[in-house]
């Protein structure tokens, strides 16, 4: 098992099958004869080692998720066919995956994070403008609504409430 471990450790992808760790490690658990100590020693070392690399590989997968989290906030901050809900369920999906990320340390790791914490607040401030900007443009649908109450023309008030009612939307 000894073996078996520095095999999989020292491999020439330098990547770790994880199954295979998780077989190898429970046999050594498992094995109810006594066990050398010169063996366990050993078996201890490569474990450690296949242990931290496991947790750098997490590591920086977690690092990349983080830029491109930083990077599809920046084009979502941009993107300009996108409505203020639209936009908004996109921004609440980023910024869970952010939280869900759980990075605590590493180099790059604060500069994104500021900088994902920076396009979140530049995000909100903007969308508080488009929202005051909407409140405006529904106030004048609402007052073009009732402009059509006193309509008896209905195929013409449907259209036109239709109309209105995709103006809302958008």
Do not use: Y
Request: aromatic letters at 8%.
């Amino acid at each position: 098992l000894v073996k078996e471990s520095e095999i999989l450790f020292n491999n020439q992808k330098g990547e770790i099958n994880v199954e295979n760790w998780k077989r190898i490690n429970n046999e050594w658990e498992n094995n109810s004869g006594p066990k050398n100590e010169t063996w366990s020693k050993k078996f201890s070392k490569v474990s450690d080692k296949i242990i931290q690399r496991l947790k750098r590989e997490e590591h920086q997968k977690k690092c990349i998720q983080l830029q491109e989290l930083v990077n599809d906030l920046s084009k979502l901050k941009t993107n300009q066919e996108l409505n203020v809900n639209e936009k908004q369920k996109s921004f609440s999906k980023l910024k869970d995956a952010f939280q869900n990320l759980n990075l605590h340390s590493g180099n790059q790791v604060p500069k994104w994070r500021e900088q994902f914490s920076q396009l979140s607040s530049e995000f909100n401030q903007e969308m508080g403008w488009e929202r005051w900007s909407n409140t405006k443009r529904k106030e004048k649908l609402v007052e073009s609504a009732q402009e059509l109450l006193d309509s008896t023309d209905l195929s013409d008030l449907r259209n036109k409430l239709k109309n209105i009612q995709a103006q809302w939307k958008a």
